[in-house]
């Protein structure tokens, strides 16, 4: 089969496309034909193998994994053991541990859900890592209730888009910020108001909420906190996107926020999203009954793969990136 494969840390060009063995799906997994795959940060984390305290676990000298992809949709080729919940030729979608930008990949059959009929094998791709980061930012760690005030940063991009439609979903009045060229899609998603950060800052309105979601961007827990209520909660989704450093990445945000909620009534929060079954099965009714549907900025072919990686590293996506394989 055809693979992107990466022997060492770098830039999109250490990429290479090569024929290399089909995995064999062990018990409990099933082989997938992906059709898609989307593209994620966690993908040029890998690739760069940054920040540097992740080759801890990751390799110091090359990439203990080879080949990246953590989201994918396909149908079902073979099915391991022990997961006979899908069937041969299921059109599927769902989680990977790595090897999504492949003609195959050997997944879990517990992180994989079929396939909504209305959804395209390019939208499904885009769901899994970001709709899930956004339904656990918006309902665990915001914990969102029906008429509160919603702040979404970075509301045009792969969490953003889906975030302004979960927060709405659960009945918030939502805020989205963006750039002047989002404008109108954060408003056809469904946002009560959206800010032009290049017009208006919003720490500068008077408009206080109860939760902020910082998705993108470099403002400061200080200016997030200065619009947020008394008893509000600030949610720092993956730290940051364009705040992290070269050595501890998110790492320092992580650690900041356990630092201040000893001494502030807010709630700081900072995650990274974490599959499992349940927060899957509960997108697979928000996408089945149209609640929330996937924004595709762009797909790539499979050997340009690299090429939609350093799109995505320019954070102007709107929506998600995806990767197709025929």
């Known amino acids: 089969m055809r693979a992107v494969v990466q022997d060492r840390f770098g830039g999109p060009d250490v990429l290479e496309v090569r024929d ?7 018990p409990g997994e099933v082989l997938l034909r992906v059709r898609a795959a989307g593209v994620n940060p966690i993908d040029w984390h890998y690739l760069r193998g940054e920040p ?107 969490v953003g888009t889906f975030a302004v439609q979960i927060a709405k979903a659960m009945g918030a009045t939502v805020t989205g910020v963006c750039s002047t060229q989002n404008v109108d899609l954060v408003q056809s998603l469904g946002a009560d108001e959206v800010i032009d950060y290049a017009v208006e ?17 470099d403002r400061s827990f200080a200016d997030c906190r200065r619009v947020l209520t008394r008893e509000g909660v600030l949610v720092n989704v993956g730290g940051g996107e364009g705040s992290s450093g070269r050595l501890l990445g998110p790492g320092k ?28 099965l509960a997108l697979l009714d928000l996408l089945e009954s149209r609640q929330i549907t996937p924004v595709i900025d762009r797909t790539y072919p499979l050997v340009e793969t690299g090429a939609a990686i350093r799109y995505l590293e320019t954070l102007r996506a709107r929506g998600k990136v995806v990767v197709t394989i025929t």
């Open 52 to 158: 540097l305290v992740m080759r801890l676990g990751e390799g110091l000298s090359k990439p203990k994994r080879q080949i990246l992809g953590f989201e994918a949709s396909g149908t079902v080729a073979a099915v391991g053991t022990g997961a006979s919940r899908f069937a041969r030729g299921d059109e599927v979608w769902g989680w990977c541990d790595g090897g999504a930008f492949a003609e195959f990949v050997a997944v879990r059959a517990d992180h994989l859900m079929p396939k909504p009929p209305q959804l395209s094998f390019e939208q499904a791709a885009g769901c899994p890592v970001a709709a899930l980061t956004a339904l656990q930012a918006v309902r665990d760690h915001g914990n969102t209730q029906p008429g509160q005030r919603v702040l979404i940063i970075g509301a045009s991009g792969g």
């Open 253 to 280: 945000r992580f650690l900041t926020a356990s630092v201040m909620n000893r001494f502030v009534s807010q709630m700081v929060v900072a995650f990274i999203g974490k599959v499992n079954h349940t927060d899957g």
């Open 201 to 217: 800052d919003f720490t500068e309105s008077g408009r206080r909420y109860h939760v902020v979601l910082h998705v993108a961007g």
């Open 20 to 26: 290399v063995n089909v995995p064999v799906p062990e």
